[in-house]
């Protein structure tokens, strides 16, 4: 469940796409825990997404750290999201999760801005209308007609 759409840079004309949702190669074994597979009857060990999923070397480490420890992911909340710098309106495509800690106390990543170290906030169903910068130069991007959607 998913879809994605595509923003291009006024200034620099640099393009990227955005993803919002799940894709379908996306378990939740294979995003947070990697799994043992047989392969010329050797054992190896698949590397969980999320080393390539988060950027940010300091929430890797730490959600790792918290999985360790027994820390759940939730079965639902995890996927690609638009998020805006509050401060510089810089945009990055993070992948936002939440685990379960406790009975009562989830851990979510707080993204920041890779320029300005501003703290990044998610977007739903951006607009048209909605500020949104270029990550390479802090020009304005704009929508194009790119868009897909899965299942
Ligand atoms: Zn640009
Ligand atoms: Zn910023």
Redesign the pocket.
Known sequence: MGNGFELECLSCKYTMTILEGVGFMYYKTNVFYGRESVLNNKKCFEKPLIDDLIEDKEILKMTKELLSKGAEADDYAYGHVLQV??????VANNFYFKLKVEANAFYEPNY???????P?KTKHDCEYSDNL?CPKCGGEMKHTDFRIYWD
């Open positions: 710098c509050s401060k510089c309106n810089r920041k801005c890779d320029f300005c170290g501003a990044m910068n």
